[in-house]
């Protein structure tokens, strides 16, 4: 987990700011996106795609999925009832034929969006991916990315998709469902618009049935069930930006319906588009529970994710009383310092806000009293002896140069990339220059 964080920190740290990428906040963001309606393929020129085209229907999902330019994107394994995870059975992710729940058109990346008085679309569909009823499905990907788009045909309430960094039980760094789709389409009517990713508007009702035979007049009025006019049809793209990656996509189907997606689409580096993001914004810790120890340097940023801000939020914690010796960062929603003291696990909600965006999540801080209150002071550099060690006579300073060096070995504990860079950079280093630079002048004052 750890490494595949580290990764991803220096390809955030690489990749220079686009000029026309909006500025988010310093989290990591995932941003979501809507294709035209029809659009059954991805925009993303080099992403690879699975169309699942060359798959025998109604067999088992292959354990294996790769690109149809051969090239691996990952392996899948189905969540048995006993917990166990092994390759998926025909009743857990099956291979389906076209028919109205999905089967996207050959060459779909091709295909205008129809002039209002198109009557049919080419009927035509392709083999697609099923998960049924009450069933997980997990795509461990064979190296990290930032991302993924699909076609998501017969939004079912109950589709939900997770992405993980660090595997299925590492650092959550997105969650998508179909309720998160229909509130950006609306209701299925011919008044709501939505903007796609081209930057045009169009009516969220034209997103309801499937395109390969709806008759675009009707799809606004019309209730054929022949075309399931009653679930959202969309090719959704999810990219991840701020050095975020995912290495593990869990695809989760409710008590009932089925998760029915074609042209899968995984790549790296995607600078998301210039248009404006309508998703619902939300932030997800992924780390939310954090535990910190009396007298260690702590920093952490509960691995927060902000998803769809239209400008970068700023954060704040209710309620604001932190353990002692603690700070709340409004800018990343982190919290940092050396606890001095002990306390109990408490329930915090951290906001986001940018505008009339006020997300929030909910995360937890509780400090281990190690019985080493009070705290020593920060270390002293080698050339200072005394001078500047009196101000440790402050609640919670002790005169104990030796310390120094073991704060600094146990302050480095395994928290998520960007905490621990702000724990490198931020401040322990800076703690310790600035120290180093005021003390050898006071002592040779003295
Ligand atoms: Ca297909």
């Given at each position: ?83 166990t ?69 017969a ?61 675009r ?8 069930s ?22 593990t ?16 689409a ?37 691995a ?117 860079v ?11 220059a ?13």
């Amino acid at each position: 987990m750890r490494r595949s964080l580290i990764v991803a920190l220096v390809v955030a740290l690489a990749i220079p700011v686009s000029t026309s990428t909006p500025a988010y906040a310093a989290n990591p963001t995932l941003n979501f996106y809507i294709s035209p309606p029809t659009v059954q393929n991805t925009y993303v020129s080099g992403a690879r795609i699975a169309t699942f085209n060359d798959k025998a229907a109604d067999t088992a999902c292959p354990a294996e999925w790769k690109a149809d330019d051969n090239t691996e994107i990952g392996t899948v394994t189905a969540t048995k009832s006993d917990g166990t995870e092994g390759p998926p059975a025909v009743t857990e992710c099956k291979i389906r034929k076209p028919d109205k729940f999905g089967g996207a058109v050959l060459n779909a990346n091709d295909q205008p969006f129809p002039p209002d008085n198109t009557t049919t679309l080419p009927a035509a569909g392709t083999n697609y991916v099923g998960i049924l009823s009450n069933k997980t499905v997990t795509l461990s990907l064979t190296q990290p990315e930032s991302y993924l788009g699909f076609w998501w045909s017969a939004g079912d309430p109950k589709n939900k998709i997770t992405l993980f960094s660090g595997g299925p039980s590492g650092t959550r760094v997105g969650v998508f469902t179909t309720a998160t789709l229909k509130s950006l389409l609306g209701s299925n009517t011919s008044t709501d618009l939505v903007t796609a990713v081209d930057g045009n508007t169009y009516q969220g009702c034209r997103y309801y049935g499937n395109p390969r035979k709806v008759d675009r007049t009707a799809n606004c009025s019309g209730t054929d069930s022949s075309y399931n006019f009653s679930q959202p049809y969309a090719y959704i793209h999810l990219v991840g930006e701020g050095g975020l990656q995912f290495d593990t996509i869990v695809f989760t189907q409710g008590s009932s319906g089925g998760f029915e997606f074609d042209n899968m689409a995984i790549a790296r580096n995607v600078v998301s588009p210039t248009v404006v993001t309508e998703f619902p914004a939300e932030i997800n810790a992924g780390s939310p529970d954090q535990v910190a120890n009396t007298c260690e340097a702590f920093s952490t940023t509960f691995a927060i994710t902000a998803s769809n801000f239209t400008t970068s939020p700023t954060y704040s914690i209710d309620p604001t009383t932190l353990p002692d010796g603690l700070t709340f960062n409004p800018a990343t929603g982190g919290v940092s310092g050396t606890p001095t003291a002990g306390f109990t696990k408490t329930t915090y909600t951290l906001t986001a806000t940018a505008g009339s965006q006020t997300p929030t999540e909910t995360v937890s801080l509780e400090v281990n009293d190690l019985g080493n209150t009070p705290c020593p002071p920060p270390p002293d550099p080698p050339a200072s002896q005394s001078s500047n060690t009196r101000s440790g006579n402050s609640p919670g300073h002790v005169h104990d140069t030796n310390n120094g060096p073991q704060l600094a070995a146990t302050g480095a504990p395994a928290w998520p990339m960007w905490a621990g860079v702000a724990l490198a950079t931020g401040i322990a280093l800076d703690g310790w220059a600035r120290r180093g630079s005021r003390q050898p002048a006071k002592s040779r004052g003295d």
